[in-house]
């Protein structure tokens, strides 16, 4: 059974993530208008991963017979400037949900629930690789410039 503060802790932090899934979309959207559709798919796919790591939270609560919950999202920005800016906004975006992950392996510490803990290091781990592919292509598109910034745009259409 999964303690009542753990449980919140989590449902918080499926928020998070769907509200993380809403500020990839939007970015999506603003890549697609301004006809950056390699970078539109990116942040498509990772809209789809942030929810596809609210459905495993929730289905991990419920399995440990607790309460899922999705509480109000708010409303993600809508504007945004360069590919650069965009994804040194990423970059920054997922060092954050690395710090709420981290918070929640210490509350699951704190609960003495081991499983927790050894759930959530999944998600740390993925964390450290989400934060570097976002350097990596914040660093990609500083060396490529204006001149090779359709490059990345086409390399980042490939993401399945």
């Not at 059974?1 to 939007?26: D, F, G, H, P, V």
């Not at 929730?58 to 309460?67: Q, T």
């Not at 509480?71 to 360069?82: C, L, N």
């Amino acid at each position: 059974m999964i303690s009542e503060k753990l449980q919140n802790a989590i449902n918080e932090q499926i928020t998070a993530e769907m509200w993380s899934a809403n500020l990839y979309l939007s970015m999506s959207f603003y890549f697609e208008k301004e006809g950056f559709s390699g970078f539109a798919n990116w942040m498509k796919k990772q809209s789809q991963e942030e929810l596809e790591h609210a459905y495993v939270m929730a289905d991990y609560i419920i399995k440990r017979g607790g309460v899922a919950k999705v509480d109000k999202i708010d409303v993600v920005p809508s504007g945004w400037g360069t590919p650069l800016e965009v994804f040194e906004h990423v970059y920054k975006h997922e060092c954050h949900v690395s710090k709420m992950i981290d918070e929640l392996v210490s509350v699951a510490s704190a609960e003495r629930d081991n499983a927790t803990q050894d759930f959530l290091w999944g998600f740390v781990r993925e964390q450290v690789e989400e934060e570097a592919t976002a350097q990596g292509i914040v660093d990609k598109i500083k060396k490529a410039g204006d001149a090779g910034i359709f490059f990345i745009d086409s390399q980042l259409g490939q993401r399945k």
